[in-house]
Protein backbone atom coordinates (compact mmCIF):
# COMPACT_ATOMS: atom_id res chain seq x y z
CA UNK A 1 0.00 0.00 0.00
CA UNK A 2 1.43 3.23 -1.08
CA UNK A 3 2.17 5.97 1.92
CA UNK A 4 3.35 8.81 0.09
CA UNK A 5 0.86 11.14 -1.31
CA UNK A 6 -0.09 13.31 -4.45
CA UNK A 7 -0.26 17.02 -3.14
CA UNK A 8 -2.35 19.30 -5.24
CA UNK A 9 -2.56 22.87 -4.37
CA UNK A 10 -5.53 24.78 -5.28
CA UNK A 11 -6.52 28.77 -5.16
CA UNK A 12 -8.88 31.03 -5.49
CA UNK A 13 -9.55 34.59 -4.85
CA UNK A 14 -12.14 33.00 -1.98
CA UNK A 15 -14.27 29.92 -1.77
CA UNK A 16 -15.69 29.51 -5.55
CA UNK A 17 -12.38 27.01 -6.24
CA UNK A 18 -13.91 24.68 -3.36
CA UNK A 19 -16.56 23.70 -6.06
CA UNK A 20 -13.42 22.59 -8.55
CA UNK A 21 -11.54 20.88 -5.60
CA UNK A 22 -14.74 19.06 -4.80
CA UNK A 23 -14.54 17.50 -8.16
CA UNK A 24 -10.57 16.61 -7.89
CA UNK A 25 -11.87 14.69 -4.43
CA UNK A 26 -14.22 12.70 -6.23
CA UNK A 27 -11.98 11.61 -8.92
CA UNK A 28 -8.87 11.69 -6.59
CA UNK A 29 -10.06 10.79 -3.25
CA UNK A 30 -6.06 9.40 -1.82
CA UNK A 31 -4.45 12.71 -2.79
CA UNK A 32 -3.42 15.53 -0.09
CA UNK A 33 -4.75 18.83 -1.39
CA UNK A 34 -3.59 22.57 -0.53
CA UNK A 35 -6.51 25.03 -0.83
CA UNK A 36 -5.64 28.90 -1.10
CA UNK A 37 -8.46 31.17 -0.76
CA UNK A 38 -6.85 35.11 -1.15
CA UNK A 39 -9.38 36.39 1.01
CA UNK A 40 -7.77 39.29 1.50
CA UNK A 41 -8.36 40.88 -2.51
CA UNK A 42 -11.74 39.02 -2.89
CA UNK A 43 -12.96 39.62 -5.25
CA UNK A 44 -10.62 39.24 -8.58
CA UNK A 45 -13.29 39.70 -10.94
CA UNK A 46 -13.50 43.96 -10.45
CA UNK A 47 -9.60 44.29 -10.08
CA UNK A 48 -7.10 45.04 -12.73
CA UNK A 49 -5.44 42.24 -14.80
CA UNK A 50 -1.72 44.07 -13.18
CA UNK A 51 -3.62 43.11 -9.61
CA UNK A 52 -4.67 39.73 -10.37
CA UNK A 53 -1.44 38.62 -11.58
CA UNK A 54 0.46 39.71 -8.74
CA UNK A 55 -2.34 37.64 -6.29
CA UNK A 56 -1.49 34.69 -8.83
CA UNK A 57 2.13 34.88 -8.30
CA UNK A 58 2.01 34.98 -4.67
CA UNK A 59 -0.61 31.95 -4.14
CA UNK A 60 1.21 29.51 -6.26
CA UNK A 61 4.99 30.48 -4.98
CA UNK A 62 3.02 30.00 -1.45
CA UNK A 63 1.63 26.65 -2.62
CA UNK A 64 4.54 25.20 -4.21
CA UNK A 65 6.62 26.16 -0.75
CA UNK A 66 3.97 23.95 0.80
CA UNK A 67 4.90 21.07 -1.53
CA UNK A 68 2.36 21.75 -4.42
CA UNK A 69 3.46 18.71 -7.03
CA UNK A 70 0.51 20.54 -9.69
CA UNK A 71 -1.55 23.12 -9.31
CA UNK A 72 -5.10 24.57 -10.01
CA UNK A 73 -5.71 27.87 -11.03
CA UNK A 74 -9.45 27.28 -9.72
CA UNK A 75 -10.81 30.78 -11.01
CA UNK A 76 -11.75 31.82 -14.21
CA UNK A 77 -10.98 35.64 -13.47
CA UNK A 78 -7.06 34.31 -12.44
CA UNK A 79 -6.98 31.72 -15.31
CA UNK A 80 -7.71 34.57 -18.20
CA UNK A 81 -5.63 37.09 -16.55
CA UNK A 82 -2.49 35.31 -15.18
CA UNK A 83 -2.23 31.96 -16.94
CA UNK A 84 0.44 32.06 -19.12
CA UNK A 85 2.79 34.32 -17.07
CA UNK A 86 2.24 31.79 -14.64
CA UNK A 87 3.00 28.82 -16.69
CA UNK A 88 6.38 30.69 -17.97
CA UNK A 89 7.43 31.50 -14.45
CA UNK A 90 7.14 27.89 -12.18
CA UNK A 91 8.58 24.51 -12.99
CA UNK A 92 5.19 22.72 -12.51
CA UNK A 93 2.05 21.95 -14.28
CA UNK A 94 -0.33 24.45 -14.00
CA UNK A 95 -3.95 23.50 -15.08
CA UNK A 96 -6.36 26.49 -15.32
CA UNK A 97 -10.04 26.85 -15.78
CA UNK A 98 -11.35 27.56 -19.25
CA UNK A 99 -15.63 28.63 -19.38
CA UNK A 100 -16.92 25.42 -21.49
CA UNK A 101 -17.68 27.21 -24.44
CA UNK A 102 -16.11 25.20 -26.71
CA UNK A 103 -18.32 22.11 -25.27
CA UNK A 104 -21.42 23.75 -25.11
CA UNK A 105 -21.07 25.19 -28.97
CA UNK A 106 -20.24 21.60 -30.25
CA UNK A 107 -23.23 19.99 -28.07
CA UNK A 108 -25.33 22.72 -29.69
CA UNK A 109 -24.35 23.96 -32.85
CA UNK A 110 -26.70 27.10 -34.07
CA UNK A 111 -28.07 27.56 -30.69
CA UNK A 112 -28.48 30.05 -28.63
CA UNK A 113 -26.17 30.16 -25.56
CA UNK A 114 -25.39 32.12 -22.47
CA UNK A 115 -22.43 32.39 -21.32
CA UNK A 116 -22.20 33.68 -17.18
CA UNK A 117 -18.90 35.12 -15.75
CA UNK A 118 -17.38 37.94 -13.74
CA UNK A 119 -16.79 41.52 -15.45
CA UNK A 120 -13.08 40.74 -16.11
CA UNK A 121 -13.32 38.10 -17.31
CA UNK A 122 -15.61 38.65 -20.25
CA UNK A 123 -13.62 42.22 -20.61
CA UNK A 124 -10.81 39.84 -21.17
CA UNK A 125 -8.92 38.98 -24.82
CA UNK A 126 -9.02 34.79 -23.36
CA UNK A 127 -12.61 34.69 -23.43
CA UNK A 128 -13.36 35.94 -26.67
CA UNK A 129 -10.79 33.99 -28.42
CA UNK A 130 -12.51 31.36 -26.83
CA UNK A 131 -15.91 32.33 -28.22
CA UNK A 132 -14.48 33.01 -32.08
CA UNK A 133 -12.54 29.76 -31.94
CA UNK A 134 -15.82 27.67 -31.00
CA UNK A 135 -18.12 29.90 -33.25
CA UNK A 136 -16.38 30.09 -36.53
CA UNK A 137 -19.73 30.37 -38.37
CA UNK A 138 -20.18 34.31 -36.54
CA UNK A 139 -22.56 32.91 -33.95
CA UNK A 140 -23.11 35.28 -30.76
CA UNK A 141 -23.53 33.89 -27.63
CA UNK A 142 -24.84 35.82 -24.93
CA UNK A 143 -22.60 37.43 -21.97
CA UNK A 144 -23.71 38.20 -18.42
CA UNK A 145 -21.40 39.27 -16.06
CA UNK A 146 -22.61 38.32 -12.58
CA UNK A 147 -20.52 39.83 -9.74
CA UNK A 148 -23.61 39.54 -7.27
CA UNK A 149 -23.35 35.85 -7.46
CA UNK A 150 -19.60 35.83 -6.13
CA UNK A 151 -20.62 38.01 -3.05
CA UNK A 152 -23.80 35.79 -1.99
CA UNK A 153 -21.47 32.22 -2.09
CA UNK A 154 -18.45 34.14 0.17
CA UNK A 155 -21.68 35.27 2.48
CA UNK A 156 -22.81 31.94 2.14
CA UNK A 157 -26.05 33.39 1.39
CA UNK A 158 -27.36 30.79 -0.89
CA UNK A 159 -31.23 31.51 -0.69
CA UNK A 160 -33.02 30.60 -3.79
CA UNK A 161 -35.39 33.57 -3.51
CA UNK A 162 -32.76 35.60 -3.39
CA UNK A 163 -30.26 34.40 -6.21
CA UNK A 164 -32.91 33.58 -8.83
CA UNK A 165 -34.31 36.92 -8.21
CA UNK A 166 -30.79 38.27 -8.94
CA UNK A 167 -30.48 36.51 -11.66
CA UNK A 168 -33.74 37.68 -13.24
CA UNK A 169 -32.37 41.12 -13.19
CA UNK A 170 -28.98 40.99 -14.13
CA UNK A 171 -30.46 38.62 -17.10
CA UNK A 172 -33.00 40.26 -18.98
CA UNK A 173 -34.05 37.40 -20.75
CA UNK A 174 -34.56 33.96 -19.53
CA UNK A 175 -35.68 31.69 -22.33
CA UNK A 176 -34.64 30.30 -25.43
CA UNK A 177 -31.24 28.98 -24.16
CA UNK A 178 -30.04 25.75 -25.48
CA UNK A 179 -27.26 26.08 -22.95
CA UNK A 180 -25.98 27.93 -19.91
CA UNK A 181 -22.04 28.34 -19.31
CA UNK A 182 -20.66 28.80 -15.43
CA UNK A 183 -18.06 30.95 -16.01
CA UNK A 184 -17.16 31.53 -12.49
CA UNK A 185 -16.05 28.71 -10.07
CA UNK A 186 -18.34 30.61 -7.47
CA UNK A 187 -21.26 30.34 -9.87
CA UNK A 188 -21.66 26.29 -9.64
CA UNK A 189 -23.16 26.67 -5.83
CA UNK A 190 -26.46 28.17 -7.39
CA UNK A 191 -27.40 25.42 -10.26
CA UNK A 192 -30.54 25.36 -8.00
CA UNK A 193 -31.58 29.04 -8.65
CA UNK A 194 -30.29 28.91 -12.17
CA UNK A 195 -32.45 26.10 -13.39
CA UNK A 196 -35.56 27.71 -11.11
CA UNK A 197 -35.34 31.02 -13.47
CA UNK A 198 -33.96 29.29 -16.62
CA UNK A 199 -35.70 25.94 -16.63
CA UNK A 200 -34.88 22.94 -17.88
CA UNK A 201 -31.92 24.07 -20.11
CA UNK A 202 -28.12 22.12 -20.22
CA UNK A 203 -26.11 23.79 -17.24
CA UNK A 204 -22.25 23.40 -18.31
CA UNK A 205 -19.03 24.00 -15.97
CA UNK A 206 -15.56 23.46 -16.53
CA UNK A 207 -15.14 21.72 -13.69
CA UNK A 208 -14.94 17.95 -15.01
CA UNK A 209 -12.80 19.19 -17.78
CA UNK A 210 -9.91 20.78 -15.41
CA UNK A 211 -9.54 18.02 -13.14
CA UNK A 212 -9.36 15.28 -15.97
CA UNK A 213 -6.55 17.93 -17.52
CA UNK A 214 -5.20 17.64 -14.00
CA UNK A 215 -5.18 13.84 -13.93
CA UNK A 216 -2.99 13.92 -17.32
CA UNK A 217 -0.76 15.92 -16.41
CA UNK A 218 0.01 14.13 -13.63
CA UNK A 219 -0.21 11.05 -15.41
CA UNK A 220 -2.33 9.44 -12.72
CA UNK A 221 -2.32 9.86 -8.74
CA UNK A 222 -0.62 8.35 -5.59
CA UNK A 223 -2.19 7.95 -2.22
CA UNK A 224 -4.95 5.04 -0.82
CA UNK A 225 -7.76 5.65 1.22
CA UNK A 226 -9.31 9.22 2.44
CA UNK A 227 -6.87 12.21 1.27
CA UNK A 228 -6.97 15.57 2.97
CA UNK A 229 -7.67 19.12 2.71
CA UNK A 230 -5.81 21.58 4.20
CA UNK A 231 -7.07 25.41 3.97
CA UNK A 232 -5.35 28.67 3.78
CA UNK A 233 -6.30 32.26 3.33
CA UNK A 234 -3.78 34.87 2.07
CA UNK A 235 -1.18 33.11 3.13
CA UNK A 236 -2.08 31.89 6.41
CA UNK A 237 -3.46 28.21 7.47
CA UNK A 238 -6.70 28.33 9.13
CA UNK A 239 -6.82 27.41 12.06
CA UNK A 240 -10.06 28.70 13.61
CA UNK A 241 -12.54 26.28 14.37
CA UNK A 242 -15.30 28.97 13.29
CA UNK A 243 -13.40 29.37 9.99
CA UNK A 244 -12.94 26.07 9.59
CA UNK A 245 -16.80 25.05 9.50
CA UNK A 246 -17.12 28.14 7.41
CA UNK A 247 -14.90 25.86 4.70
CA UNK A 248 -16.38 22.45 5.72
CA UNK A 249 -19.61 23.88 4.97
CA UNK A 250 -19.22 25.08 1.77
CA UNK A 251 -16.99 21.87 0.81
CA UNK A 252 -20.14 20.34 1.98
CA UNK A 253 -22.30 21.80 -0.59
CA UNK A 254 -20.05 21.94 -3.46
CA UNK A 255 -19.73 18.13 -2.81
CA UNK A 256 -23.95 17.42 -2.81
CA UNK A 257 -23.38 19.85 -6.21
CA UNK A 258 -20.80 17.96 -7.89
CA UNK A 259 -22.63 14.82 -7.07
CA UNK A 260 -25.44 15.89 -8.50
CA UNK A 261 -24.14 17.06 -11.67
Do not use: W
Not at 86 to 115: C, D, H, Q, T
Not at 120 to 126: M, S
Not at 218 to 224: N, Q
Amino acid sequence: MSTERTTVGFFDSGAGGLTVLAEARRAMPGAAYLFYADTDHVPYGTKTREEVLRYARRAVSFLMERGAEAIVVACNTATSMAIDDLRAEFPLPIVGMEPAVKPAARVYPGSEILICATPLTIAGKKLHTLIDRSFPDGETPTLAALPGLVAMAEEERFDPDEASAYLEAAIPRHEGYAAVVLGCTHFGYFRDSFRRVFGNVDIIDGNRGTVRRLISLLGGTRGDGEGSVTIFESGRQVCDPGRLARYARLLARAQRAAEEN
